[in-house]
């Protein structure tokens, strides 16, 4: 049997052909890359695949059984949710994570009651999926009932999935019955205990049976016989089959640093450093985040709004560099294969990773600010404490490539937010590259090799 795995990404389709044997141990043994072609994403798939196989057309050998193929994708934006939740740091976060677990980037969000504004801008800009949550079960039943008439009257046509408060579920199904609705366990039933895979499955469930054929995945579906996952979805269960697998990695992170998205994973068992209150919710051991705005290619020009403080700082009084350096973002966001040709080319792909890579980091790792109570002062935490975390693994076309990357200036760039919140980042870490970018084509092989594609993945990377 041939062991073949492809991953469609927003810039680059990845495919590599791998030989899985004794003791754990899988061997690459041919890997390609072509262009993705988003007005056809099948071009470039099999474009990828008959490279990897040496075939002229790879169809005949997928129909005659001898191949096993996993593909993931991640192109045409990725899985885009809506989400709606109560409060902020509570139900609307337990949404977030949930979407982020199930390799979806999460395109809006909405707080407490829908207003009209709101729902304006659900229908103007749709999502793939909604997901509505809010309330713990037993809990408030105002507001999510408030929000389901409101979208009971709206032309939104998306896949909604309510997963919020038990107690209301059948007055959801009444209300939004003829829209297309799933119901699922509520995502956050008790503040102490976050519940997603209820909403984690359905997500994947609808990308599979719903989205694919909008992501023009469909034609690859009917010519392989098999269907695609969300590829940070894949790259989400790697890290935790890494944690589980693979000894001294219980604790470490992973960057993923497309065209379009800047993805972080980190696994780490939460702990409160002494006089130190955790305010929020319970934190994941596996966690992933991506930001939209943050990307090497497709989102280059949103990166640098986002990163312009630091990139007046690194460019201080040089306005010429300033503005040579934003007319190189449009470049490359109007040639995303575009790859830098001078030193100064070079020195504004540097920044701009440095961007992706400060800002992403930043917003995954959780705060900590010192308030003055009664008993004291003490230490607030919201989110988690990346301090202990010694190893970190950079992937993605551009990091893998990047051996002259000092991403030790740029993970923890600096101590304090722009509220003065100490940042929870580690200073001091091993880095490790993916310096082939098999980790995502690992992961789509981890569905079905669990422990060999943990060690695998460890194997092949380079300090």
Same mark, same amino acid.
């Given at each position: ?14 495919? #590599? ?29 099999? $474009?990828?695949?008959?490279?990897? @196989? ?6 005949? @050998? ?18 885009? /949710?809506?989400?709606?939740?109560? /409060? ?15 390799? #979806? ?9 829908? !207003? ?19 309330? $713990? ?65 359905? %997500?994947?469930? %609808?990308?599979?049976?719903? %989205? ?16 695609? @996952? ?58 992933? $985040? ?48 575009? @790859? ?103 992961? !789509? ?14 194997? %092949?990377?380079?300090?």
């Amino acid at each position: 049997m041939i062991n073949v795995s492809i991953d469609i990404g927003s810039t680059w389709t990845k495919g #590599a052909v791998f030989e899985v044997g004794d003791n754990d141990h899988i061997e690459v043994k041919n890997c390609a890359l072509s262009p993705t072609t988003p007005h056809h994403l099948a071009e470039g798939f099999f $474009t990828v695949l008959n490279k990897i @196989l040496n075939v002229d057309d790879a169809r005949p @050998l997928l129909a005659s059984g001898k191949i096993k193929l996993d593909y993931s994708s991640s192109a045409k934006g990725g899985l885009a /949710v809506a989400a709606i939740g109560l /409060v902020p740091s509570i139900t609307l976060e337990s949404a977030k994570v949930t979407a982020h677990s199930a390799g #979806a980037k999460v395109s809006q969000h909405f707080a407490y009651n829908l !207003n009209k504004a709101d729902l304006r801008a659900l229908e103007t800009t749709p999502p793939d999926i909604l997901l509505f949550t809010g309330g $713990t079960d037993g809990g408030d039943c105002v507001h999510g009932l408030a929000n389901a008439k409101l979208l009971a009257k709206s032309n939104l046509e998306c896949a909604i999935i309510y997963a919020g408060n038990r107690d209301l579920q059948d007055e959801i199904q009444d209300l939004l019955g003829d829209k297309d609705l799933t119901i699922v366990d509520n995502v956050l039933p008790s503040l102490d205990n976050p519940s997603p895979l209820g909403a984690r499955s359905a %997500i994947c469930d %609808i990308f599979l049976h719903k %989205i694919v054929k909008g992501k023009g995945l469909d034609v690859i579906v009917e010519q392989t016989g098999e269907e695609p @996952l969300p590829t940070p979805y894949s790259v989400f269960e790697l890290v935790e089959q890494i944690r589980r697998h693979v000894v001294g990695w219980e604790t470490f992170m992973l960057l993923d640093m497309g065209g379009a998205t800047t993805d972080i994973y980190s696994a780490n068992q939460n702990s409160l450093a002494p006089d130190t209150v955790m305010h929020g919710l319970p934190e994941p051991i596996v966690k992933r $985040t991506v930001e939209g705005d943050l990307g090497m290619r497709v989102s280059a020009i949103t990166a640098g709004e986002t990163g312009a403080p630091l990139i007046a700082h690194y460019f201080s009084h040089q306005e010429s560099k300033i503005a040579a350096f934003h007319h190189y973002l449009k470049h490359l966001v109007a040639h995303p294969g575009y @790859l830098p040709r001078t030193d100064e080319e070079r020195v504004f792909d540097q920044l701009l990773a440095g961007i992706c890579v400060g800002y992403a980091a930043e917003r995954h790792a959780g705060k900590k600010v010192q308030v003055c109570t009664c008993a004291g002062n003490v230490d607030l935490q919201v989110g988690r404490d990346l301090n202990p975390i010694r190893k970190v693994i950079g992937t993605g076309g551009w990091l893998s490539r990047a051996n002259d990357f000092d991403i030790h200036h740029w993970l923890k760039y600096r101590d304090l937010d722009d509220n003065g919140k100490q940042v929870l980042l580690p200073s001091q870490f091993e880095y490790y590259r993916d310096t082939q970018g098999l980790l995502p084509l690992l992961a !789509n092989v981890a569905r079905r090799f669990p422990k060999a594609a943990a060690q695998t993945s460890v194997r %092949i990377l380079n300090k």
